[in-house]
């Protein structure tokens, strides 16, 4: 190719048929990304807030009557205000800040949901692997994870004669069925095509569990541990009420004792938060870890 | 020099008190090298048959023998090519021949040679490129591609590729096929391929072994095609060989076993 050649093709170059007018650019767009995800975060977290507002403001005028037996929200800063504001103070062995309180109550979660998960995704894998061990063993774990977490309290107390591992193994019994369940249920979806490649790979049970069977039920698993987390989180605040001790749930049953219903009101928005964190969580890594299985 | 044999194979499905005679009586070898290709119309129980040879279904009566042992179980000395490719969705292209890779030579090759190992078998279809990537984000006929290189990385003694490009479009087919006949000529693979396209049975295959209907199918016919390699498939369409060739498997499939949908 030789010059004359290379200027006529830049010769080609588009020519505006009027002349352009180079508009001045509005915001930098490193601001207007800001901009953006403010925009974003706003329209998130607004509504909630709003709400929240309407339904405080009822309840303090709904409270406010002369033979109200709640106090108002007002009241409840007053009498209560410095439980959220210390929540990791320490006074004593039994006055403690509800921080501490909540993390004692997780721990337990921890312990009890810990084993139900390990237990109850083995359990489901095992049973979803054969159609007769599903036929005989589903209705009964459909009758039994409609037992109420607290039903279980009393054959528990009895069996470990100490309320420590009671309270854990009414959480374990408790979150175990959704997580068998669950299991056992994603297991049996496994598509037959993952199957044949195992076959043909010789994999063993032990590589087929890893390889195969976890990423492949991980959206089911991680459905079936998310409620089963909600399930301990409820279990465990009636089971300390019962057993005692120095979670959240006790503290709540203690204030209720000395008629401290401030404090009550202040507890159930601290187990409301850690419940949704707790949920939020679990599905958080439920997206990570099952992240790309659906595709 | 007979490599894989199938002798007098029945199989039959039970199911209640009901049973369907699926295939009988077939017997078949094939010789190291050989490509065959196995065409029939839908629901003659040619999958069955391939299922059979890979071993994931059971033989009720009959045998077959894959270089002197017989075949009773699923082994990656007889790899599969799915028709729906069956990659695994969370594991990368790459990750997701090492896990035959490791599992076929993991006690044979060094981490190293392993790893050269996948990418020399990725290179053979051309997907080196896209190692990292999962099967969801590369098109159809890539994932073909990849799960053709997971086959082939086994370093089987017999490739069975159930209609592995039935799913593709008329383009990438041809891709494909020119693929998997470079391979063949490189690598000299005993291949046994399924198929419901009389083209791609008469390009691709040595010798067509073409199926009754159902129930209880066999074999009807054995045709060789005697056309020299490299085969293009262009050159190929006007050649007497492969004219007669097509027009046997057309007459045996269109004529003489004619699908009757309502055969039951």
């Known amino acids: 190719m030789n010059v004359t050649a290379l200027k006529r093709k830049l010769d080609l170059t588009p020519k505006p048929a009027a002349p352009v007018v180079a508009l001045p650019p509005r915001s930098t767009p490193r601001r207007a990304a800001w901009r953006k995800r403010g925009q974003a975060l706003a329209a998130g977290v607004l509504p909630p807030l709003a709400v929240l507002v309407v339904l405080l403001t009822i309840w303090q005028v709904g409270a406010s009557g002369e033979g109200s037996g709640l106090p108002t929200p007002v009241q409840v800063w007053i009498d209560s205000g410095f439980l959220i504001l210390e929540p990791f103070y320490v006074y004593g062995t039994q006055d403690i800040g509800l921080g501490w309180r909540v993390l004692t109550s997780l721990e337990r979660v921890a312990y009890g949901f810990g084993l139900a998960a390990v237990v109850g995704v083995l359990t489901g894998a095992v049973i979803g692997q054969s159609a007769l061990m599903m036929r005989g063993f589903d209705p009964i774990f459909q009758i039994l994870r409609t037992v109420p977490p607290l039903a279980w309290l009393p054959i528990s107390l009895a069996a470990f004669m100490d309320s420590g591992p009671s309270a854990i193994f009414v959480i374990f019994i408790t979150a175990i069925w959704p997580v068998i369940i669950n299991t056992a249920a994603g297991v049996r979806a496994i598509p037959q095509d993952y199957r044949n490649v195992a076959a043909v790979l010789r994999l063993n049970q032990i590589e087929f569990f890893w390889k195969i069977m976890v990423p492949a039920a991980a959206p089911y698993i991680f459905s079936g541990l998310r409620i089963g987390v909600g399930l301990s989180w409820l279990a465990i605040v009636a089971a300390e009420m019962l057993t005692g001790g120095v979670g959240i749930g006790f503290f709540i049953w203690d204030a209720w004792n000395s008629s401290r219903l401030s404090d009550i009101i202040v507890a159930l928005a601290y187990i409301g938060g850690t419940g949704f964190i707790l949920d939020r969580l679990v599905g958080w890594i439920g997206r990570v870890v099952s992240r790309g299985t659906a595709a | ?264």
């Open chain 2, 1 to 264: 020099m007979k490599y894989l044999s199938i002798e007098h194979l029945s199989k039959s499905f039970v199911n209640g008190s009901r049973t369907a005679h699926v295939l009988s009586d077939i017997t078949l070898t094939i010789d190291k090298g050989e490509f065959v290709s196995i065409i029939g119309h839908s629901g003659c129980g040619k999958s069955t048959l391939l299922n059979l040879v890979a071993g994931l279904t059971d033989v009720t009566r009959g045998a077959i023998t894959l270089d002197g042992r017989e075949v009773n179980a699923p082994g990656p000395d007889r790899a599969v090519v799915f028709q729906n490719h069956s990659l695994l969705p969370w594991l990368t292209v790459y990750d997701n021949i090492k896990l035959a890779v490791t599992k076929v030579f993991g006690r044979t090759k060094t981490r190293a040679e392993r790893h050269d190992w996948i990418m020399q078998n990725l290179d053979l279809v051309q997907m080196s490129h896209a190692a990292d990537k999962r099967p969801a984000e590369i098109s159809g006929g890539m994932r073909q591609r990849v799960g053709i290189a997971r086959a082939l990385a086994m370093e089987p003694k017999v490739l069975l590729l159930d209609e592995p490009f039935g799913a593709l479009d008329a383009l990438t087919r041809a891709h494909l096929q020119d693929a998997v006949m470079e391979i063949h000529a490189r690598l000299g693979n005993t291949m046994i391929m399924i198929t419901h396209d009389v083209d791609e049975a008469v390009l691709l295959a040595d010798r067509i072994v073409m199926m009754t209907n159902g129930p209880a199918a066999t074999i009807g016919e054995v045709v060789t095609v005697d056309l020299p390699r490299p085969r293009d498939r262009i050159r190929l369409a006007s050649q007497p060989d492969y004219v007669r060739a097509r027009e046997s498997v057309l007459r045996f499939l269109y004529e003489r076993h004619r699908f009757v949908e309502a055969a039951e």
